[in-house]
């Protein structure tokens, strides 16, 4: 299939690849980092190898859905006409588009949870671990903060994923409405958009309530305002 040209297509198709390129080069960043604080000396100048810690372990498998849900959405731009006009797309087109949809609603939870996650065990590392030995502020109210946080996202994650999975009877009656209009199945229209606002909803409140994590931490620290303003900026584009 040729690469859209009518439409919002090829922008779309380009936007994707834009955000390919950012994700991939921040992970070779990131694995460039971790190489070289694995190989950094202690404080007793030995050189050893630190652990791979589970944040970083589901941050890779984001990556992985990530890599999925682009590979789904960018067939789904050639093939199956998303950002077209509907006169300029076929029956086939039609049915690939809705497979799109449908798929990468399936992803996208799976996606939010597994990098929520991993940003989650970060600041856990960061701001409860390594303080138990040096002052930090308000521990218990970032530690409740960041459970909180990790339940709400799993719990509603779940139930957008369980509605994207059942919003049709069979699931496949999504997409073949369309190839087979005689197909027997029914499909929900509210099911879904509600699920989406309220993890919508609990997306944007833990991003902020995790932004929040590396400014309550560091407040009443010693760290010098430049440093600290520098660390809570870098903690906090992990949220993002």
Known sequence: ???PTSGKG?????IQICCGIVVYVSVCL???AQHINRKRPSLHNKITTRKVSL???????SVFFYTVQAVIVIRGIIEGGIGQHGNDIDQTEITIGFQTWYFGELIYPVL???TKTSVILFLQQAYIVKFQTREATNR???QWVLYICLCAIWTSSNVFLSASIFQCSPPSHYWMQFEDPSSEGTCSKSIVPTAGIVLSIVTAASDWALASVP??????????????AA?????SLGVV
């Open 1 to 3: 299939m040729p690469f």
């Open 30 to 32: 990131r694995l460039w």
């Open 55 to 61: 944040h970083d372990v589901l941050m890779h498998v």
């Open 215 to 228: 400014i309550v931490a560091l407040t009443k620290t010693q760290i010098p305002w430049r440093k600290k």
């Open 112 to 114: 939010s949870c597994f």
């Open 140 to 142: 218990r109210y970032i």
């Open 10 to 14: 090829l922008e779309l198709l380009i």
């Open 231 to 235: 660390i809570q900026a870098l903690s």
